[in-house]
T-cell receptor
């Protein structure tokens, strides 16, 4: 168990809908990262937060948004869903951010299926 | 930004043989290089990492080497076992994030 908790485990929804994925980082970790993994694809970086502030942005669509709350949990909001958004969404956390790199610890992911 | 290329995409070895996976990166400023193992349907798990001030690191049957001049790093698994079968991802730091390679499917045949 990595200590990173993601809910829900599975999500099935229709095109055009909006969903929220939730992540609680490991105790003591201040950074939260979101990655998307499509079928047979690698891990695509979406966005990173450190202690409530956005620190880095990847190829995140405008239909997607995220935030990190004062208790350090994070939510990834996906709206106007399309079939191509079906993927495994991973949250990861680490102690630090920036140049002093610390290992990422991944949650078990949320599998999103858009029908 | 950083670009990480990983080879091969698929690797099949006989149990007991060694496996080597190679990655190259583009940004000379990258200073942290982890390797993750992902079993089918599970989360990526860190198996070993190396920082740019170190050339080699070992942990039992796993070793990673880094050549900063050539901007490439490799994962070496010796005495492979069936439970080593998984997808392996290399990654390189890029500012505040990790950029991952496309992954290598390792199959260990018994």
């Amino acid at each position: 168990d990595s200590g990173v908790t993601q809910t829900p485990k599975h999500l099935i929804t229709a095109t055009g809908q909006r969903v929220t994925l939730r992540c609680s980082p490991r105790s003591g970790d201040l950074s939260v990262y979101w990655y998307q993994q499509s079928l047979d694809q690698g891990l695509q970086f979406l966005i990173q937060y450190y202690n409530g502030e956005e620190r880095a942005k990847g190829n995140i669509l405008e239909r997607f948004s995220a935030q990190q709350f004062p208790d350090l949990h994070s939510e990834l909001n996906l709206s106007s869903l399309e079939l191509g958004d079906s993927a495994l969404y991973f949250c990861a956390s680490s102690v630090a951010a920036g140049d002093t790199y610390s290992p990422l610890h991944f949650g078990n992911g949320t599998r999103l299926t858009v029908t | 930004g950083e670009n990480v290329e990983q080879h091969p995409s698929t690797l099949s070895v006989q149990e007991g043989d060694s496996a080597v996976i190679k990655c190259t990166y583009s940004d000379s400023a990258s200073n942290y290089f982890p390797w993750y193992k992902q079993e089918l349907g599970k989360r990526p798990q860190l198996i070993i990492d190396i920082r740019s001030n170190v050339g080699e690191k070992k942990d039992q049957r796993i070793a990673v080497t880094l050549n900063k001049t050539a901007k490439h790093f490799s994962l070496h698994i010796t005495e492979t076992q069936p439970e080593d079968s998984a997808v392996y991802f290399c990654a390189a730091s890029d500012g505040n994030k990790l950029v991952f390679g496309a992954g290598t499917i390792l199959r260990v045949k018994s």
